[in-house]
């Protein structure tokens, strides 16, 4: 997070004096300076009486700026609905609100986007709002304060004098990066320090969030690049599938208007190949790939930078049909479906939650799997899932004895995470051991994951997963919160199987990492693998998975006898939340003898805001979050009946061995 002494703010102020003049007095229609200006144009303002405003609420309840002066402090937070990380904030603020009711404060909130009343009022209910919620559509508000991002403070002592404005916390590094824990409370540590009648020490932090456009762009028609005939088709084929109404993005890109509003962070995301989340650098091509062409980046920046011209209607594309993945697809039902027995239920705050629900299926005789689906039960809060069996018995008696099925105290139950199966992080949420005595020839592996737009996983033609007799499937989801109390009472899974043996088999190798610890302070740890092929086999899909401290990813193939690697698969930029199953284009060959290798490098560093220690500490390798993997799972299938999970037993050893070494060394 940035901020600045005051005496250098203030020089910055004086030298800026000449080109803040226009904005202290802007009025509603004139076009607005960019967000640096904005900040300095508040920063003159610092310690000076904030003049009144009037505001009113969604019902025409008026209140007045004025009536700060009855209060001991008053805080005025720009929020927006459609921003995730607004959402983000306001359970905190809810509980500012009421940590400091009873001294005196008063917190305020205010909208400025264009959404209609009614559904403002729902989104108040929805968010709990425990706080006087604004409606500004005309940005009369937002230009008196010169608001320019989304969620922005400002404080007031009480006579009115601005005291601080900026960030609410540094939780967000910026938009796309997220501290696991809050080190500077700005927000609180200026509002107990006006309280307590003392000097505010950083006046100004850098608000991060979704820009707030105080004045609309004008429209414009006619560029090079326009919207309807170039940009529009993008948008159909490779950002609507989650970006429209009811779905996991946080606002729809249907329309013209809609990707004016969002233009600027359109632009600013896809340059940086953010958005879509397609982390792969390098590698052999994938079928799944969502990612944009260096042709479709410069078509979408081109458009921005012209300003957005619309075109002619007539040149639109016909409006997308998106397969409704609320049904099974395919020709015939599912064999089996898992659905998930009660309803789960996610608190409005803390990190994103890992659940596992284990469901036994009481098989007598082996299951030969031919395709999978997932269908998410809430798709605002379901991020991704997985799907395991498990042949050993182990996971059904760790959610017996992990499960949270009830809330601790009826009363908070809005504030806890419980229902059906465990918290589990991005593991099994617990070490298990690695000496089984049932079905020890096939004790587990993965078989189907999911992501939003995902279609149905169907296995290459005539492969088949393998479950043992007397399995249990494990379904595991990644919840992410959005600010307001939510449930998933519908998710489900539904597999396919085949009545005839397998002609193929499918199987899942580790390439696997060596490292057993990461030391503190290493921002460049490398640690490598190599597996040996076992038999000839086709590559298919990869699956590479890290915590916290991930930062590179890559897979080489290397030929029986040859000096040289090829590269598979190469992810430069790691992002723990966007974990995902990568599918071959087409299925590659690895002959008998050839190895895999595999390279994964962390960062272990306090540069890293990831890091989820605070200062660093030694990571060991471990099933927490807060631990450390790296591996891929490399999914392959071959003619002859292989021996299955022998790697996943292995690797549990090695997890056993990681654990006593951390106790070991007192870790």
Not at 301 to 315: S, T
Not at 414 to 422: F, M, R, S, V
Not at 635 to 647: L, W
Request: charge should be neutral.
């Amino acid at each position: 997070m940035n901020f600045l002494p005051f005496n250098r703010i203030l020089a910055e102020c004086l030298a800026y004096i000449a080109i803040l003049v226009l904005p202290l007095g802007l009025a509603h229609g004139q076009e607005t300076a960019e967000p640096d200006e904005d900040a300095l144009a508040v920063l003159l303002r610092l310690d000076k009486v904030i003049q009144p405003v009037d505001m009113t609420t969604t019902k025409g309840v008026k209140w007045s700026l004025a009536e700060a002066n009855k209060a001991k402090a008053t805080v005025i937070v720009f929020l927006d609905f459609k921003c995730p990380i607004s959402n983000r904030y306001v359970p905190i603020l809810n509980s500012l609100a009421e940590r400091y009711q009873d001294k005196g404060v008063v917190f305020a909130a205010v909208i400025c986007d264009e959404e209609k009343p009614e559904e403002l009022e729902r989104h108040m209910r929805e968010f709990r709002t425990n706080f006087p919620v604004y409606y500004d559509p005309q940005h009369l508000v937002s230009t008196h304060f010169v608001a320019h991002v989304t969620p922005q403070a400002f404080l007031l002592d009480s006579n009115r004098i601005l005291k601080y404005f900026g960030a609410i916390d540094d939780q967000y590094q910026d938009r796309t990066t997220r501290l696991k824990e809050v080190r500077s409370p700005h927000l609180v540590e200026a509002l107990d320090q006006v309280l307590a009648g003392k000097a505010v020490s950083v006046k100004h932090t850098q608000a991060i969030g979704c820009p707030l456009n105080r004045v609309k762009k004008p429209e414009k028609t006619e560029g090079i690049v326009t919207f309807h005939r170039d940009v529009q088709p993008i948008l159909q084929t490779r950002c609507q599938v989650c970006h429209r109404p009811g779905d996991v993005a946080p606002f729809p890109l249907m329309t013209f208007a809609e990707a004016l509003n969002w233009a600027d962070d359109i632009k600013e995301y896809v340059a940086s190949r953010r958005m879509p989340p397609w982390p792969i650098t390098g590698g052999v091509a994938m079928k799944n790939d969502i990612g944009l062409s260096a042709a479709q980046i410069a078509t979408i920046v081109k458009w921005v930078d012209e300003g957005c011209p619309k075109g002619n209607p007539a040149d639109a594309p016909k409006p997308a049909e998106f397969p409704s993945r609320d049904t099974w697809e395919g020709p015939t039902p599912p064999d089996l479906v898992f659905k998930l027995p009660e309803t789960f239920h996610l608190a409005p705050r803390g990190e994103d939650h890992y659940r596992t629900v284990v469901f036994p299926m009481n098989n007598t005789e082996e299951l030969y799997v031919t395709k999978t689906q997932f269908i998410p039960g809430n798709k605002r809060i379901v991020h991704h899932s997985l799907a395991f069996y498990d042949g050993t018995g182990m996971v059904l008696d760790a959610q017996k004895r992990l499960g949270k099925s009830k809330p601790s105290k009826p009363e908070n139950a809005e504030n806890e995470d419980y229902g059906p199966g465990y918290e589990s992080g991005m593991g099994l949420g617990f070490t298990p051991s690695a000496f089984v005595s049932k079905n020890k020839d096939n004790p587990g592996g993965s078989f189907s994951g999911w992501v939003p737009g995902s279609p149905a996983l169907a296995n290459p033609e005539g492969a088949n997963n393998v479950i043992p007799p007397d399995a249990n499937v494990l379904m595991q989801i990644h919840y992410q919160r959005t600010g307001r109390p939510e449930v998933d009472n519908g998710s489900r899974l539904a597999i396919w199987l085949s009545k005839d043996k397998p002609k193929k088999y499918l199987l899942g190798f580790l390439g696997d990492s060596s490292f057993r610890m990461i030391p503190k302070g290493m921002s460049e740890f490398k640690s490598t693998g190599i597996r040996v092929i076992p038999e000839d086999c086709h590559l298919w899909l990869l699956s590479p998975h890290m915590h916290l401290l991930g930062k590179e990813f890559r897979v080489w193939h290397q030929a029986k006898g040859a000096s040289e690697r090829k590269l598979i698969l190469e992810l430069k930029n790691w992002d723990f939340n966007w974990q995902s199953r990568y599918l071959l284009k087409d299925p590659y060959f690895m002959e008998k003898g050839s190895s895999l290798h595999v390279e994964a490098r962390f960062d272990n560093s306090s540069k890293n805001p990831s890091n989820p220690n605070t200062p660093p500490k030694t990571v060991f390798l471990g099933e927490s979050t807060s631990d450390e993997m790296g591996f891929a799972v490399i999914g392959v299938y071959q003619n002859g009946r292989p021996k299955f999970g022998s790697d996943f037993l292995m690797y549990f050893q090695k997890l056993m061995q990681a654990e006593a070494l951390r106790k070991a060394l007192g870790g």
